[in-house]
């Protein structure tokens, strides 16, 4: 790098930084694409830091039931503990409930 950059590294970013940007991409770029970039962005999409704000509601309009249980026990297992909001349609059984308020 050239001295006086102010620029830095996409690799380098912390991966609460790499959560806030990633975001802003569709859940399917966030879950396919993402991971395979490199290894800090595989961290951060792995990790909590996606998944504070859970927002499936338009892909869940499209999905069957146990495909929405199966999204929803996976983001919330990623999220370990730390999401503050969900946002998804469909949740087909009292155990989706369940899970969902024991996380």
């Given at each position: 790098?050239e001295?006086?950059?102010?620029?830095?590294?996409?690799?380098?970013?912390?991966?609460?930084?790499?959560?806030?940007?990633?975001?802003?991409?569709?859940?399917?770029?966030?879950?396919?694409?993402?991971?395979?970039?490199?290894?800090?962005?595989?961290?951060?999409?792995?990790?909590?830091?996606?998944w504070?704000?859970?927002d499936?509601?338009?892909?869940s309009q499209?999905?069957s039931?146990e495909?929405?249980d199966?999204?929803?026990?996976?983001?919330?297992?990623?999220?370990c503990g730390?999401?503050?909001?969900?946002?998804?349609?469909?949740?087909?059984?009292d155990?989706?409930?369940?899970?969902?308020?024991?996380?």
């Amino acid at each position: 790098m050239e001295e006086g950059c102010d620029f830095r590294p996409w690799d380098e970013l912390i991966p609460d930084t790499l959560g806030l940007i990633f975001r802003n991409l569709s859940l399917l770029e966030i879950l396919t694409v993402v991971p395979g970039v490199c290894k800090s962005w595989r961290k951060a999409v792995m990790g909590p830091y996606c998944w504070q704000e859970i927002d499936i509601e338009e892909w869940s309009q499209h999905c069957s039931p146990e495909n929405i249980d199966q999204m929803l026990q996976l983001l919330i297992t990623r999220s370990c503990g730390s999401f503050r909001k969900l946002c998804v349609s469909g949740i087909s059984n009292d155990l989706s409930f369940a899970y969902i308020a024991n996380q």
